[in-house]
């Protein structure tokens, strides 16, 4: 057996989300399907993280052990040849013995994209968040400094995360404009379920004007989900890193 180590980059509007699931299309169902037609092996392909439906990956790092004597490189452009036309593409592929995607992360970012303005999506619809109320970026980037660090983040948590503990450590939370984009770029060892949508959409509340710093502290004081504001859709949200301490390559867009 040899394990490979895949970047993973997909569109996952066609997707209930990376995890394979029994009543629709995932994208660890669609890579697994592509390597069993590639060596005839059914194996389990492993990311560092599990994105939800409509949520995109720019940068996923995933592994899988395989059996069948491949070079990397003719692994990836057989995999790819067997996944068109599906939005789902291996970037990157090397051998990785004893490195696990999920076990050895030690980071994963994400980043939004929200598209504030009043004319409606033609190229970016599912691809991004439409806000027509023109946002203050900077209220935003500095409320969202309130969320920076050790929390308590049930508040921003689903109902059906599973997570043992809403405690999470959030290394980093910054709100940036880029022309009629508004970018929303957060990193942390790791984040529950929906953490990034429901920061994202109580700060679009924040840009609005609807909220405040004070309002985004006393929602994530409250440790209730019925406190939270607003979930913000999937459409603008990319898995775009993972770090790994033995690793020199980066697997980042950011």
Request: net charge neutral; proline share 5%.
């Amino acid at each position: 057996m040899t394990r490979f180590r895949f970047t993973v980059e997909y569109d996952g509007r066609p997707y209930l989300g990376w995890q394979r699931q029994d009543h629709g299309p995932s994208v660890q169902a669609a890579i697994e399907e592509a390597i069993l037609q590639v060596t005839g092996e059914t194996v389990d392909v492993h990311a560092s993280g599990r994105t939800d439906a409509g949520v995109h990956a720019r940068a996923m790092p995933a592994h899988a052990d395989i059996a069948k004597s491949l070079t990397p490189f003719r692994l990836m452009e057989a995999i790819n040849a067997r996944l068109k036309p599906q939005p789902v593409a291996i970037i990157d592929c090397a051998q990785a013995p004893n490195w696990h995607a999920r076990f050895d992360c030690t980071g994963r970012r994400y980043h939004y994209r929200i598209i504030n303005r009043r004319a409606p999506l033609s190229f970016d619809a599912g691809l991004a968040w439409r806000v027509p109320t023109t946002l203050d970026v900077e209220a935003m980037h500095a409320a969202a400094q309130t969320l920076v660090g050790q929390h308590d983040f049930t508040t921003f948590r689903s109902a059906k995360c599973q997570a043992k503990s809403p405690l999470r450590t959030l290394d980093r939370l910054e709100v940036t404009r880029v022309g009629e984009e508004v970018h929303i770029y957060a990193a942390a060892r790791s984040f529950l379920h929906h953490q990034v949508r429901s920061m994202v959409g109580c700060l679009k509340l924040v840009g609005e004007g609807k909220w405040s710093s004070d309002d985004l502290a006393a929602a994530l004081a409250a440790r209730d989900r019925d406190a939270l504001g607003l979930n913000a859709p999937p459409d603008g949200l990319y898995f775009i890193g993972a770090t790994y301490p033995e690793l020199s390559v980066g697997f980042t867009t950011d």
